[in-house]
């Protein structure tokens, strides 16, 4: 009835695959609400842009309008807009057709001299020929210079203006003349007192009252334009250390010039924020008055104005989804890897993924439909992002080529996932993989747009080092965006696409890097995780250098193995038991002439953990034999810690033996340790189950493992729910996060017998079942027992009894004796145990009646008043035991008394503490 053939890579694939998407099923709130995280976030970014927008249509920051009736409220049509009317923001959004006429300004230093005093500027300059250039610099400046009254506005180029207000970014409006700070005619003679003139100016809009004050200009020779620089030099530091006026205004070297040419520099000052635009002041006056010297003093060459070019209206716009996107996009991408690294650990933590593979699910399958899954949730989530972004028409999605930004976040998902591979084989903790990757997240991306953006941005700094930092995907990928950004920024200011595949050929767009750089670490990370998963991985258990298989050694060099086996036969010799000889010779018989009727054969299997932090190493398990026919059920018992884990662990994989060989099925554990697992259940001594999953849905995954199908799959599911009691009151269809511990344990061992194993192991099976449903659990296992074998730890001797048809006791590594239950009873139980309660006065009585009985009794145990002792039962009649107690209660009070046959339980003592106190004696 049952396929025997383990199941195909398609068969646990499918397997697989249906487990997880009942378990994405029942996480489907999550699921829902980790997709709809784009999209909570575009409404978010979208509601942000259009308070943004909302804002932006406010007057304020429009151009500025005014009334034509100076009311407060009128038409659109009765408005006059435009620069005049607008403040600095204002003004950026305004139409200017017209742009309004300056007079050109010299720039001034800060200037702090006294109301009413005029205030003197300090001019110097050098040349070849000091006659010369001092004649020319008398020219740059006229005398006496005044408002002229009747016409202001004419008569202002040809007087000298100047200005300590700053300059602004552009010309539209000129700060000297919208600011309160006074306009100074420049001379080199002025009155001791200001002339405190001041003249109505008109400014766009409105006419203004302008104060005027002289300033007086003095020109100084220097010898060299070396010391003009040091004078210069110092009377900045002078200005900023002592906090005094820097009274140079400028200063000028004529180097060759004469009457037939003019060579000269002029030192500005750019400290101020846009200094050049009043270069071309110095340099008019500098050619005026060399014509003035070479035609004389009625020569003018006019600086009449100056003007900025006509601008369109320029409403004022704010991407927000571009504004943010580096930072932000970065963070919504990045939230997967939590996810992912999450629910990789999770599996590794619960040791499901152990557990699965004991049931027969190759790395294969596991590592398909694991990338699948996290790629298909990837995938959705990107698509939702990038749909729920267009659809409501954010630039940054809309205006990038859809096939490169596709392209990008494919490949950008594959190696995140790949990445979460890699990095959950050094996890093994849920809670530090969460916490670390989110501060991971987070981290990348402040450090991103803090740190990284701006070595982009600084066109100075090396592209290789750039490079280097785009190695770590967080910063790749914030790279990427961060272009798309830039891309839909410019695309949305000139109206123009935003990035297109030709675009990647441009050197200052980083995408093509990007995306060279992910895609070679996808593959290498990909390469190296599967490298690492199956060197660190319990369960597959293999060397580093698995795939050299054909040319590796030994893993044990022959003189260690050697060491190993003279330390063990030694011990052997000291200590041999007849059962365990015997077990020993049925072993190598079995190898010398293997039978297919033992499923397990162990021979003389090791297990040695090395000393560390200073302990010495230990033997867990020595030298041990044993051969368990099928249709058997080998009852391990022995103290905590005497290597029953140990034992189990390295027959279901998990460890591999230090020496030695178990087989099963004829299959060596060493080496084929992947198809034993197709004829392997295990039930662990703590149950590793899927919380969401229900019970039968456990069965049935497990099943498909076990290559059962259709009819067969439903039938033993039911089979195996019915038997364990699991089937009635509907908890067969209950989550297993509800299940009782006992519905639990029932569970496991329903898993463990589900799909016919040949072999099963059972770690304390019926812990924390009550009475009821542990003798349920006895029957089932019974009835398994028949056509396979069954190797079972256990702390209860009834159950020991009950189920088993040999057993071993296990103390110190190594078995002590090996037998049925009826002949161990009778080896180790050649006594009856006496037991009596008396008053402590009449303890020696007690003693002295024992005495007569038999002179070889032993007392065993001895605490106020109760004592027991053994009684060897060839020397010992019942009557005369009865007897004597008879005659003792006459002669003294007998609180208690008590004979009794020995049980498996003090043979287990018994075995116990004598292999104790051997070993206490060597
Ligand atoms: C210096 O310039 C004056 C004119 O200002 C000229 O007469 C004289 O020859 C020049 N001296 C030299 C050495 O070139
Ligand atoms: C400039 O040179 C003249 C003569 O060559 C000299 O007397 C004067 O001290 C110099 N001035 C300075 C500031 O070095
Ligand atoms: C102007 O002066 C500089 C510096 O002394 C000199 O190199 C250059 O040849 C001069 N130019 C003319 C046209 O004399
Ligand atoms: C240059 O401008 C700065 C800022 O206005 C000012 O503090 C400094 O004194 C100026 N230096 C000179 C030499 O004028």
């Known amino acids: 009835?049952?396929?025997?053939?383990?199941?195909?890579?398609?068969?646990?694939?499918?397997?697989?695959?249906?487990?997880?998407?009942?378990?994405?099923?029942?996480?489907?709130?999550?699921?829902?609400?980790?997709?709809?995280?784009?999209?909570?976030?575009?409404?978010?970014?979208?509601?942000?842009?259009?308070?943004?927008?909302?804002?932006?249509?406010?007057?304020?920051?429009?151009?500025?309008?005014?009334?034509?009736?100076?009311?407060?409220?009128c038409n659109d049509s009765d408005k006059l807009c435009g620069v005049q009317y607008s403040d600095q923001t204002q003004m950026a959004a305004c139409a200017i057709p017209q742009p309004h006429e300056w007079p050109p300004?010299?720039?001034?230093?800060?200037?702090?001299?006294?109301?009413?005093?005029?205030?003197?500027?300090?001019?110097?300059?050098?040349?070849?020929?000091?006659?010369?250039?001092?004649?020319?610099?008398?020219?740059?400046?006229?005398?006496?210079?005044?408002?002229?009254?009747?016409?202001?506005?004419?008569?202002?180029?040809?007087?000298?203006?100047?200005?300590?207000?700053?300059?602004?970014?552009?010309?539209?409006?000129?700060?000297?003349?919208?600011?309160?700070?006074?306009?100074?005619?420049?001379?080199?003679?002025?009155?001791?007192?200001?002339?405190?003139?001041?003249?109505?100016?008109?400014?766009?809009?409105?006419?203004s009252e302008k104060e005027v004050r002289c300033g007086q200009v003095i020109n100084f020779w220097r010898n060299s334009s070396s010391d003009i620089d040091t004078e210069l030099y110092k009377g900045n530091q002078r200005g900023k250390s002592e906090g005094r006026i820097n009274d140079i205004v400028s200063a000028f070297d004529f180097l060759n010039s004469n009457e037939d040419g003019l060579n000269v520099t002029v030192w500005y000052n750019s400290t101020r924020k846009v200094g050049l635009l009043r270069i071309p002041r110095s340099v008019n006056l500098i050619s005026n008055a060399y014509l003035k010297f070479l035609l004389g003093p009625d020569t003018k060459m006019l600086f009449e104005f100056v003007k900025e070019i006509p601008k369109p209206e320029t409403p004022i716009r704010l991407e927000v989804a571009s504004l943010l996107s580096g930072l932000f996009f970065t963070w919504v991408v990045l939230l997967l890897f939590p996810v992912i690294l999450t629910s990789l650990v999770y599996e590794k933590q619960q040791k499901l993924r152990i557990?699965?593979?004991?049931?027969?699910?190759?790395?294969?399958?596991?590592?398909?439909?694991?990338?699948?899954?996290?790629?298909?949730?990837?995938?959705i989530y990107i698509l939702c992002f990038v749909t729920f972004g267009s659809v409501f028409g954010l630039?940054?999605?809309?205006?990038?080529?859809?096939?490169i930004q596709f392209i990008f976040y494919f490949i950008y998902i594959n190696l995140q996932i790949s990445m979460a591979f890699l990095l959950s084989s050094f996890y093994s903790n849920v809670k530090t993989a969460t916490v670390s990757s989110y501060i991971g997240v987070f981290g990348t991306g402040l450090l991103g747009s803090q740190f990284f953006q701006h070595f982009?941005?600084?066109?100075?700094?090396?592209?290789?080092?750039?490079?280097?930092?785009?190695?770590?995907?967080?910063?790749?990928?914030?790279?990427?965006?961060?272009?798309?950004?830039?891309?839909?920024?410019?695309?949305?200011?000139?109206?123009?696409?935003?990035?297109?595949?030709?675009?990647l050929s441009d050197s200052a767009n980083g995408m093509k890097e990007v995306?060279?750089?992910?895609?070679?670490?996808?593959?290498v990370v990909l390469c190296v995780s599967y490298y690492i998963d199956q060197v660190l991985s319990t369960g597959s258990g293999k060397s580093p250098l698995f795939f050299l298989k054909g040319f590796q050694k030994k893993p044990l060099s022959s003189l260690k193995k050697l060491a190993i086996q003279r330390q063990g036969s030694e011990v052997l010799a000291q200590m041999e038991k007849e059962d365990v000889i015997q077990e020993r010779e049925k072993v190598e018989q079995l190898l010398l002439e293997p039978t297919n009727d033992h499923a397990i054969v162990c021979d003389d299997l090791k297990k040695f953990y090395p000393g560390r932090d200073g302990n010495p190493g230990k033997f867990a398990v020595k030298e041990l034999f044993l051969a368990v026919p099928r249709g058997e059920c080998f009852g391990m018992l022995g103290p905590n810690g005497a290597g029953k884990t140990s034992f189990i662990s390295m027959m279901i994989g998990l460890t591999k033996p230090t020496s030695g060989a178990a087989y099963v099925q004829g299959l060596d554990v060493r080496t084929h340790m992947d198809r034993i697992y197709t004829s392997m259940g295990v039930c662990p001594q703590h149950d590793l189950l899927w919380e969401s999953l229900t019970g039968r849905e456990h069965l049935l995954f497990y099943g498909r493992l076990k290559n059962l199908k259709g009819s067969v799959l439903t039938h033993a599911v039911e089979e195996s729910l019915k038997s364990l009691n699991l089937f009635y009151g509907g908890v067969a269809d209950k989550q297993c996060g509800k299940y009782s511990g006992g519905m639990k344990r029932r569970l496991s061992v329903a898993i463990s017998?589900?799909?016919?194993?040949?072999?099963?192991?059972?770690?304390?099976?019926?812990?924390?079942?009550?009475?009821?449903?542990?003798?349920?659990?006895?029957n089932v296992i019974k009835l398994a027992k028949q056509d396979r074998a069954i190797i079972l730890t256990t702390h209860s001797m009834e159950e020991a009894d009950a189920l088993c048809d040999r057993l071993g006791i296990f103390v110190d590594g190594s078995l002590q004796c090996v037998g049925y239950p009826k002949e161990l009873k009778g080896r180790y139980g050649g006594t009856y145990v006496f037991a009596m309660t008396t008053s402590s006065d009449h303890e020696k009585d007690v003693e002295n009646m024992v005495q007569r009985l038999t002179p070889n009794a032993n007392k065993i145990y001895h605490l106020s008043g109760t004592q027991k002792f053994e009684l060897p039962k060839e020397e010992i009649k019942m009557a005369n035991v009865f007897r004597a107690i008879e005659a003792a209660k006459r002669n003294f009070t007998v609180f208690a008394w008590g004979l009794s046959d020995t049980t498996l339980e003090d043979v287990f003592i018994k075995v116990a503490r004598e292999a104790q106190a051997f070993d206490t004696l060597t």
């Open 1 to 73: 009835m049952v396929d025997p053939s383990p199941a195909s890579f398609f068969t646990q694939t499918n397997a697989l695959l249906r487990k997880n998407l009942t378990f994405q099923k029942r996480n489907v709130k999550t699921n829902i609400l980790l997709i709809l995280f784009p999209l909570i976030l575009s409404v978010l970014l979208i509601s942000l842009q259009s308070l943004v927008n909302h804002q932006l249509t406010q007057p304020e920051s429009k151009c500025g309008c005014v009334c034509r009736d100076n009311s407060t409220t």
């Open 105 to 207: 300004l010299f720039q001034l230093p800060p200037v702090y001299c006294k109301e009413n005093v005029s205030c003197a500027f300090n001019m110097l300059f050098t040349s070849d020929n000091q006659s010369f250039a001092q004649n020319v610099s008398d020219n740059m400046f006229p005398i006496e210079s005044y408002p002229d009254d009747i016409d202001i506005m004419a008569s202002l180029p040809s007087n000298v203006l100047g200005s300590d207000a700053m300059p602004g970014a552009n010309n539209f409006l000129e700060p000297a003349f919208t600011s309160d700070r006074p306009i100074f005619y420049l001379q080199t003679q002025c009155p001791r007192y200001n002339f405190g003139y001041s003249f109505p100016y008109q400014i766009p809009g409105n006419a």
């Open 355 to 379: 557990m699965m593979k004991m049931h027969g699910l190759g790395d294969g399958p596991y590592w398909m439909i694991s990338y699948g899954y996290f790629l298909a949730l990837s995938v």
């Open 395 to 403: 630039k940054f999605f809309t205006l990038n080529d859809y096939s």
């Open 456 to 503: 982009i941005q600084v066109s100075s700094f090396a592209r290789e080092w750039i490079i280097c930092m785009e190695l770590y995907p967080g910063f790749a990928l914030y790279r990427g965006l961060y272009e798309f950004a830039e891309s839909a920024t410019n695309g949305s200011n000139s109206g123009t696409n935003g990035m297109r595949w030709q675009d």
């Open 515 to 523: 995306l060279i750089i992910m895609s070679s670490e996808w593959v």
């Open 753 to 778: 017998l589900i799909g016919d194993p040949k072999v099963v192991y059972m770690d304390e099976p019926s812990t924390g079942l009550d009475p009821a449903s542990r003798k349920c659990l006895w």
